[in-house]
Nanobody, 115 residues
Framework: VQLVESGGGMVQPGGSLRLSCAAS????????MSWVRQAPGKGPEWVSS????????YYTDSVKGRFTISRDNAKNTLYLQMNNLKPEDTAIYYC?????????WGQGTQVTVSS
């Protein structure tokens, strides 16, 4: 399993970023996918998940209405569109997949929201 995140960066409050996660080494279209973030000095926080077809999506309350998770199964890629970013969204963002009993993570991409 390989997950490679990209698209992070520094943005001002109110700005937008689109994260991508390129997946390989497993049948991407057969698994639910998730985004998880970890802020400095804090533990991991689940952000969002979606099912295999992308029709069912789930969000933590703090990002509802601002973030949109999606996937392109033809490209084996997971996305997270983040709008109206806030300083409290600053974190390393990871994509993740649970296959049987093993959860795999990418290396993460840093998102910094600051004026």
């Amino acid at each position: 399993v390989q997950l490679v995140e990209s698209g992070g960066g520094m943005v001002q409050p109110g700005g937008s970023l689109r994260l991508s996660c390129a997946a390989s080494g497993f049948a991407f279209s057969s698994y639910d996918m998730s985004w998880v973030r970890q802020a400095p000095g804090k533990g991991p926080e689940w952000v969002s998940s979606l099912n295999t077809g992308g029709a069912s999506t789930y969000y933590t309350d703090s990002v509802k209405g601002r973030f949109t998770i999606s996937r392109d199964n033809a490209k084996n890629t997971l996305y997270l569109q983040m709008n109206n970013l806030k300083p409290e969204d600053t974190a390393i963002y990871y994509c993740s997949v649970l296959i049987v009993t093993r959860r795999s993570w990418g290396q993460g991409t840093q998102v910094t929201v600051s004026s």
